[in-house]
């Protein structure tokens, strides 16, 4: 079977993509690799980054490997915060600061349209390629929910009347954007090594 190494440091994202791939390709993670540094993320598109770190890994590694870039896109905000989601209220990457920044920017604001989007850049054999995954939704004017993370109490997925945050990881899980970013990166790989 295959090894991919997954250009993440995050012990979540790690069992959660070795899970959706098993029995397709068994997964290492950065520190697995040894590596506990930070990889650089220095372009202006998700897609640039998630190529980026992946490049950084193939280059030190010369072994298959995939990273990912999210970010949250707001249409009355021109798509940002986008690809500085993390880091929108200061470089702390602190949760708490950029949703209430985000809310903020939003206040007496009507059109509060919002995708969540991620790239994943997967390096097979030397060959790039690009699998993307989008759920759209609106921004609420207060958070709900204490499950997830980052903007996930204040993002309402098109179709349900949970957050993110209101939902247990299972279920946000099987509809979120990373998630539907892997489905296409695991067709992928089942043709390709299956």
């Known amino acids: 079977m295959r090894t991919l190494i997954f250009a993440s440091g995050n012990a979540h994202k790690l069992v959660e ?4 791939l098993q029995g397709i390709a068994q997964i290492q993670g950065l520190r697995q690799m040894g590596f506990s540094g930070d990889l650089p993320e220095e372009h202006d598109s998700l897609e640039a980054n998630a190529l980026q770190k992946a490049r950084e890994v193939y ?8 990273a ?5 896109e707001v249409y009355a905000l021109d798509m940002a915060p986008g690809v500085y989601s ?17 809310l903020k920017e ?40 204490a499950f997830g993370f980052g903007y996930d ?15 247990p ?11 539907r970013a892997l489905q296409k990166m695991k067709q992928f790989l089942t043709k390709q090594l299956g």
């Open 153 to 167: 109490p204040v993002f309402l997925p098109d179709g349900y009347d949970k957050t993110f945050a209101e939902m």
């Open 17 to 20: 993509v070795s899970i959706l």
């Open 169 to 179: 990881l299972t279920e946000k899980n099987a509809i979120s954007h990373r998630y």
């Open 106 to 145: 939003l206040e007496g604001q009507e059109d509060r349209r919002a995708r969540f989007r991620s790239l994943i850049a997967l390096i097979l054999d030397g060959r790039e390629y690009l699998f993307e995954g989008v759920v759209q939704g609106q921004i609420l004017r207060e958070k709900r929910g």
């Open 59 to 66: 280059r030190l590694y010369g072994r298959d490997c995939f």
């Open 86 to 102: 993390a880091r929108y209220a200061g470089v702390e990457h602190d949760d708490e600061a950029n949703v209430q920044k985000l």
């Open 68 to 72: 990912d870039d999210t970010g949250l």
